[in-house]
């Protein structure tokens, strides 16, 4: 039983960061245009780098 | 991103531009500005590409980006860039745009109240997986010790998570208790509140059943409903917002030094203003100099074009056809027509009977019914068990938690979300939450002819009478004007113009010129010298040789006819009110196959034609554009008008029908009707799922498990219901 020691803060962790990550991405406003995003990955171009904010 | 403007020319002229101009645009001072363009068309990752690669290349665009969700464009451009030009320039290549005004579309609180619950949403989200896991140990037969830990870690995760994700739904049921009233959320914080803290007492007791899954599941199930809900009215807020933002309200003020353009709000009595053709008169005003056309449909429904001259009173709304006038304007803002008539809409508005939508109705059988079970099931119990408590009080727990409106929190946004995106897809734009409902109730459709039924623009259809060499001259002369008719008439393809001199327009009257020596005029009859006739028409006058005329019928709108005969063939009556003469009237209820019209009514009319229907028991579908029109769709039972409307109009109007064609109009309908019995087996389900989980619960036999199992099950079958709209 011992390996829930680690196993627990780990599971923890790995859900935490998954939560810090959303919160990041809803922060930078990618569910703005959920539509678009999905039609973007169809076009032939590109950007080079993100757009600066 | 690609930097799009490095050519150097667009550069130093916008940066000339930037010191020579002063007018600025309210906003970012010299650092350029944003412009808001509508691209009501855009549905691809072509249309994307073409709109923001097209305005690249204009110039002074620094950057565009499309959000294809809300169906715009934001471009960020040098102050000089005219939005106008922007759009037009889209429209030329192929993607229909509208300059929107950026100030009406202020960042709105929808938006941030959407992203809130999103991140509650995603929050909860989270919290539920974790605390599932854990859980799927406990059930999986951890006992003693492991429980135990693993309760007080779910306990760990789950309680700050409901404490910040739960919220919208404390706040909502408080306000409502706070004004002694039930509604949904009252009994779903209830059942959150009672399931965490009941939980947290088991767990110090070592108990067995912890709610914490089912208590975070349910909050996550239910905000997933809501924020459907919210995104929904969302989409449609900005969309309405955006149709507003459509009319810039800007005019051309005349003062000492020149011209000036100033927005229509800061018109005062007396001032005096230009209006070019092609323009709407913005404002009420005599006409002070000048003479001209103006096409009033939009107002009466009247086809005609009606002369105007000095002395003559135009109403705001009204659009100026061949000549420039100058107005000395009468009454501004609050006091013109145009803002009376939304006046009269309003109290209409607010007369109309208060519709109780599906949901309402179940919410007020609901909540009282889940409180008084619980109850009983505590009373009984602590009855049965001579007292415990504990016991009594878990069972009435499990009730709560069992008979959880997920399913009936998500049979209705789960389904409305589903159809509106289908019809929005299709250029239909629901305002209203219930007009999905009242829509579907539909059996009777009335419709407006001009600018409704018809485009509004003229199509000569006699051209055939006319000896080649008329129509030469015809052709000739009408290419000297831009008035609408001269303009149909100077498209006909394979005549090759007579060769005139001396072309010169009478704005208001027509246009003259010299063919052979001999003067030729087209305009109207009185000018002319020719008998009027009862239809649209423009008159030529060869030399003393007696007049011809050219007669018009308003071409239908796209998809008008396949509208009209799919809503007769699927049993709808269908009638036909305008306020134009009797003849155009009837002519385009011959060709649309309309056997019910009638001709020119007033707006009281159209008003009394709906009441009559409804006191036959109908209930009416208006679709209309026209100020005339405004009084009946505030009177029908649920209204459209398209995107060419008048502002008064869509603002009443339950719908906005955003493409040009009519052509959606049945489907619109069938999807409204399909939806409405989406939501009711929705219903269903969450009945039959109540009346086998409740008896469970009452008799003590639901335990975490199957809660959460039910809970999960009866959400995702009423999602994937709701799914099957979207299908076809």
């Known amino acids: ?29 990618q569910y703005d245009d959920p539509e678009g995003a999905a039609q973007r990955i169809l076009s032939g171009q590109w950007d080079d780098k993100p757009a600066d904010e | 991103m690609a930097a799009p403007v490095s050519a150097c020319p667009a550069c130093d002229a916008a940066a000339l531009a930037e010191t020579t101009a002063g007018r600025g645009f309210a906003g970012n001072g010299g650092e350029g500005k944003r412009i808001m363009l509508s691209l009501p068309t855009a549905h691809c990752a072509a249309c994307i590409v073409g709109v923001e690669g097209g305005l690249a290349t204009q110039p002074g665009v620094r950057s565009a980006r499309v959000n294809l969700t809300l169906k715009r464009a934001t471009v960020e451009a040098d102050e000089d860039v005219e939005p106008q030009a922007l759009a037009d320039y889209l429209t030329s290549i192929g993607f229909e745009a509208y300059e929107l005004d950026a100030g009406a579309l202020s960042a709105t609180a929808t938006d941030k109240r959407s992203k809130d619950l999103l991140m509650r949403l995603g ?116 969309a309405a917002e955006e149709l507003a933002a459509l009319e810039v309200p800007r005019a051309h003020r005349l003062t000492g030094e020149g011209e000036e353009v100033v927005p229509v709000a800061e018109l005062r009595v007396g ?36 002369f105007a001259g000095p002395g003559m009173m135009l109403n705001a709304g009204e659009a100026n056809l061949t000549g420039p006038l100058t107005l000395r304007v009468a009454a501004a803002g609050k006091d013109s027509s145009l803002h009376r008539m939304a006046d009269l809409v309003a109290i209409a508005e607010t007369a109309r009977n208060k519709y109780t939508s599906l949901a309402d109705k179940a919410a007020a059988i609901y909540a009282p019914v889940v409180h008084l ?111 609408p008719l001269a303009r149909a008439i100077a498209g006909q393809a394979g005549v090759v113009p007579a060769p005139v001199s001396a072309v010169r327009e009478v704005p208001g009257h027509g246009i003259e010129a010299l063919w052979q020596g001999q003067e030729v005029r087209l305009g109207r009859a009185e000018w002319v010298g020719a008998n009027q006739i009862g239809r649209t028409a423009t008159y030529l006058k060869i030399g003393k040789r007696p007049a011809v005329a050219f007669t018009f019928t308003d071409a239908l709108r796209e998809g008008a006819d396949e509208a009209v005969a799919a809503l007769t063939a699927a049993g709808y009556g269908v009638t036909l009110v305008s306020g134009d003469a009797e003849a155009a009237v009837r002519d385009v209820a011959h060709r649309l196959g309309i056997t019910d019209y009638r001709a020119g009514m007033l707006p009281e009319g159209k008003v009394a034609v709906l009441e009559t229907l409804a006191a036959h028991g109908k209930r009416v579908l208006m679709v209309g554009d026209g ?12 209204s459209i008008s398209p995107a060419s409307a008048l502002e008064a109009a869509r603002v009443v109007s339950d719908i906005v029908m955003l493409g040009k064609s009519l052509a959606p109009l049945p489907d619109t309908l069938a999807t409204a009707k399909k939806a409405t019995r989406r939501i009711k087996e929705n219903f269903g389900v969450a009945v039959v799922y109540n009346a086998v989980s409740i008896p469970l619960a009452l008799i003590g036999l639901a335990t975490p498990l199957s809660a959460a199992l039910a809970m999960s099950t009866s959400s995702i079958i009423v999602s994937l219901n709701a799914l099957r709209l979207r299908a076809k």
């Open chain 1, 1 to 29: 039983m011992n390996v829930l020691v680690f196993l627990i803060p780990v599971s923890i962790f790995l859900g935490m960061l998954g939560l810090v990550l959303f919160v990041w991405t809803m922060k930078r406003g």
């Open chain 2, 123 to 238: 929050v909860a989200f989270f919290g539920m997986m974790n605390v599932m896991l854990l859980s799927v140990a406990v059930w999986s037969g951890a006992s003693d010790a492991t429980r135990d830990m693993f309760h007080w870690v779910s306990a760990g995760i789950a309680l700050p998570i409901v404490a910040f994700s739960a919220q919208p739904f404390f706040i909502s049921a408080w306000s409502a208790l706070r004004v002694k009233r039930l509604n949904m959320d009252v009994p779903i914080s209830l059942a959150i509140l009672l399931a965490s803290g009941m939980s947290v007492y088991e767990v110090m007791n070592h108990g067995e059943n912890a709610y914490f899954d089912a208590a975070i599941s349910l909050t996550m199930f239910l905000l997933a409903g809501r924020y459907l809900d919210q995104r929904t009215r969302a989409v449609a807020r900005s």
């Open chain 2, 271 to 306: 001032d005096v203003v230009r209006v070019t053709p092609g323009n709407r008169v913005p404002v009420d005003g005599m006409v002070e100099t000048g003479e001209s056309e103006v096409d009033r449909s939009l107002l009466t429904g009247e086809s005609l074009p009606v």
């Open chain 2, 373 to 483: 079970v619980a109850l009983a099931a505590f009373v009984v119990w602590l009855v049965i068990t001579g007292g415990d408590v504990r016991h009594a009080l878990n069972i009435a727990v499990a009730v709560l938690i069992i008979t959880c409106p997920c399913a009936l929190g998500l049979a209705v946004p789960a389904v409305t979300t589903a159809a509106s995106g289908r019809l929005f897809k299709r250029g239909m734009l629901l305002k209203s939450a219930t007009a999905m409902e009242r829509l579907a109730e539909v059996d009777h459709v009335v419709f407006d002819k001009t600018g409704t039924l018809t485009e509004g623009n003229p199509t000569p259809d006699n051209l055939s009478d006319h000896t080649d060499a008329d129509m030469a001259v015809a052709v000739a002369l009408a290419q000297g004007s831009s008035h």
């Open chain 2, 627 to 638: 100020l005339n029109d405004t009084a009946a769709l505030a009177a029908a039972h649920v």
